[in-house]
């Protein structure tokens, strides 16, 4: 069982479009992060979110952490080429400490 | 300021053997943790260190064991190869702990024949 659901695994539009990831979890989190992964390499921390209903926004990628720090959102807008790549949620829960990664959505952007 | 490094980027191994893989953190970061990632079971958490203690372990049978050095320094093993143990075995540092933010190196790709 996957603590950590995103939505969707795979995503593949044309540059200009809007798309919104979803990362979604029944436990609680104390905070919520998300990265980006490119080929061979490792992940990239975009962005920690610890308040509920928190909001931040980065260039043209708005994350969201839900009310009841369950669940989160990134919202990219005018999909570029260059944002192709692996996007991870991953949730800190104070018991067990560890970060737990949802599976992750393979991002795609055509020219 | 470097990054997290690991050594080496890729490997050959064949079943059975042993492999030892090597992280240098972040300078001034003292708590790694270790992930092994595949395409069917995603980012999975092996293992913690800091301040040379395990603080954390996931659910990993015990051919997977790690240590850290006195100068943040982390290594971990994997005894008795097998197939499935073929994996981008991924190492994070971070300043202080809990380590929620945590900074990625480029990873080992491990293969095992």
């Known amino acids: 069982t996957q603590l950590l659901e995103q939505s969707p695994q795979f995503l593949s539009i044309q540059e200009g479009e809007n798309l919104t990831v979803y990362c979604n979890s029944s436990s609680v989190f104390s905070s919520l992060q998300w990265y980006r992964q490119e080929p061979g390499e490792g992940p990239v921390l975009l962005v920690t979110?610890?308040?509920?209903?928190e909001v931040k926004k980065l260039k043209r990628l708005t994350f969201q952490f839900g009310d009841a720090r369950k669940d989160s959102s990134l919202h990219i807008t005018a999909a570029q080429p260059g944002d192709t790549g692996l996007y991870l949620c991953a949730g800190y829960r104070n018991q067990g400490g560890k970060l737990i990664f949802g599976q992750g959505t393979e991002l795609s952007v055509k020219p | 300021k470097a990054g997290v490094t690991q050594t080496p980027r890729y490997l050959i191994k064949t079943r059975g053997q042993q492999v030892t893989l090597s992280c240098s953190p972040i300078?001034?970061?003292?708590?790694v943790s270790w992930y092994q990632q595949t395409p069917g079971q995603g980012l999975q958490f092996l293992f913690e260190y800091f301040s040379e203690t395990q603080r954390n372990k996931g659910n990993f049978p015990g051919r997977f064991s790690g240590r850290q050095f006195s100068n943040s320094r982390s290594e971990m093993n994997v005894s008795t190869l097998e197939l499935g143990d073929s994996a981008l075995y991924l190492c994070?540092?971070?300043?202080?702990?809990?380590?929620?933010?945590?900074?990625f190196g480029p990873g080992t790709r491990l293969t095992v024949t």
């Open positions: 994070a540092s971070s300043l202080r702990v809990p380590a929620i933010e945590q900074y």
């Open positions: 300078s001034g970061h003292r708590s």
């Open positions: 979110v610890v308040t509920g209903g």
